[in-house]
């Protein structure tokens, strides 16, 4: 049996559901067994994305943390089901790790992930600066947008929502920007503190988890849409990200995001996440479909915030 990467649990929820969920199960060698969070329609990317790396991790040496990954989703999960994460150790080199994983429900597979860990090493530096922005003290807290919602839905997300999200640019969760640009960016941090205990691997998985949410918004906002946009299907398709640095998930962190092409039903969006102070941590890519139906046609219909109206479900 291999032992899972220590999660220290909290009791504040939502944030508290959300550390349960990655604290995985071990079910063989370099085997694991992941759950979903309650209430989901589909098993969400960046949930399953977060589990993927921490199942990674526990095969890799300590001091090696991961600085890339690749993910493909192959189907939507079933929430109400366990699944299977199997890693494969496909390599320890001198300097870097490689490691697959396959994650999989009732013999199918729905992610297959490919990460690369390294060890601490001193070389060349340089980064990026940050885009000038307000401080998260200055903007509003999707929280808040939620609350003040007169409707199911908004009610549920202000209850469940794990992160606390502050936009720069207008919100997309009511109505679209109607400035459409083709960049957005918004302030994160989590509702509740990340204990002490918690390791780097934790907290760039906790960064995995939460940049998923985001990633389709550059490409809504330049095309005129929002959440609430009738009959707007979305799916991520596949995931890319780097980790520069190490980081506080516990900080207000910065995401920078960008959208360069849609087309063919399907988007292309970048991310990058800095600190207060303008370091560059994180950069995340993500290929996506998008679609909203044409005239006399109907689309999926269900998402209102990834909520399903219907069923008061969280997506």
């Known amino acids: 049996m291999t032992r899972p990467v220590d999660v220290p649990l ?53 001091a090696r943390l991961p600085h890339s990954f690749h993910a493909y989703f192959m189907r939507g999960g079933d929430p109400s089901a366990p699944f299977t994460l199997k890693v494969d150790r496909l390599r320890d080199g001198r300097s870097f790790s490689s490691r697959r994983v396959i994650c999989s429900q009732d013999d199918a597979e729905i992610l297959a992930l490919q990460a690369s860990y390294e060890g601490p090493e001193e070389g060349l530096v340089f980064t990026s600066p940050a885009p000038p922005v307000p401080a998260p003290e200055h903007l509003e807290s999707a929280i808040e947008i939620f609350r003040a919602i007169d409707h199911p839905v908004g009610r549920f997300l202000g209850k469940t929502t794990a992160f606390d999200v502050r936009h720069v640019q207008q919100s997309l969760y009511t109505k679209p920007d109607p400035a459409r640009s083709s960049t957005q960016q918004l302030w994160m941090k989590p509702r509740a503190v990340i204990p002490g205990a918690a390791g780097q691997h934790l907290h760039r998985a906790l960064l995995a988890y939460v940049i998923d949410q985001i990633m389709f918004e550059p490409a809504m906002r330049v095309l005129g849409l929002s959440w609430m946009t009738p009959g707007m299907s979305a799916a991520s398709l596949d995931h890319a990200m780097w980790f520069h640095r190490d980081l506080d998930i516990n900080d207000w962190l910065l995401f920078d995001g960008e959208c360069s092409n849609v087309n063919n039903g399907r988007t292309l969006c970048r991310c990058r996440v800095f600190t207060r102070e303008g370091v560059l941590l994180a950069e995340a890519e993500q290929q996506g479909m998008l679609r909203v139906p044409g005239e006399g046609q109907r689309g999926s219909g269900r998402w209102g915030f990834g909520v399903d109206q219907l069923r008061g479900s969280r997506g």
């Open 10 to 62: 909290i009791s504040t929820e939502p944030v508290a559901s959300v550390l349960r969920i990655l604290a995985l199960h071990e079910s063989g060698e370099d085997a694991f067994t992941g759950r979903s969070l309650p209430q989901v329609r589909r098993v969400y990317g960046g949930q399953v994305i977060a589990q993927a790396l921490l199942a990674a991790a526990a095969t890799v040496d300590a």
